[in-house]
Nanobody, 115 residues
Framework: QVRLVESGGGLVQPGGSLRLSCAAS????????MSWYRQVPGKGRELAAT???????NYADSVNGRFTISRDNAKNTVYLQMNSLKPEDTAVYLC?????????WGQGTQVTVSS
């Protein structure tokens, strides 16, 4: 059974930091590109960051320089380190695994940036 379980979300003040984790199981984690998406009610899902199977990374312009995606294949886990958080980063953050046309999604973790 495929599972992607996000954790690490919460309430943080502007300028603060959070580290999200996504624990994967039920598939060959190292063979999949991993991404973090974020979604705000009433808006589309936005791709925030991607890490390939060989460690290459890509970021949305809105988070570039503030967020860092990483993966630990030994732990089947992908991380998103978020620094200098802004109120506009408030969203549900979802973990995604993708290989060719196969995609798996987690349930998401809420991040709220507010004073």
């Amino acid at each position: 059974q495929v599972r992607l379980v996000e954790s690490g979300g919460g309430l943080v003040q502007p300028g603060g930091s959070l580290r999200l984790s996504c624990a994967a199981s039920g598939f060959t984690f190292s063979s999949y590109a991993m991404s973090w998406y974020r979604q705000v009610p009433g808006k589309g899902r936005e791709l925030a960051a991607t890490i390939t199977t060989v460690g290459g990374t890509n970021y949305a312009d809105s988070v570039n320089g503030r967020f860092t995606i990483s993966r630990d294949n030994a732990k089947n886990t992908v991380y998103l380190q978020m620094n200098s958080l802004k109120p506009e980063d408030t969203a549900v953050y979802l973990c995604n695994a993708r290989k060719y046309s196969i995609a798996f999604w987690g349930q998401g973790t809420q991040v709220t940036v507010s004073s």
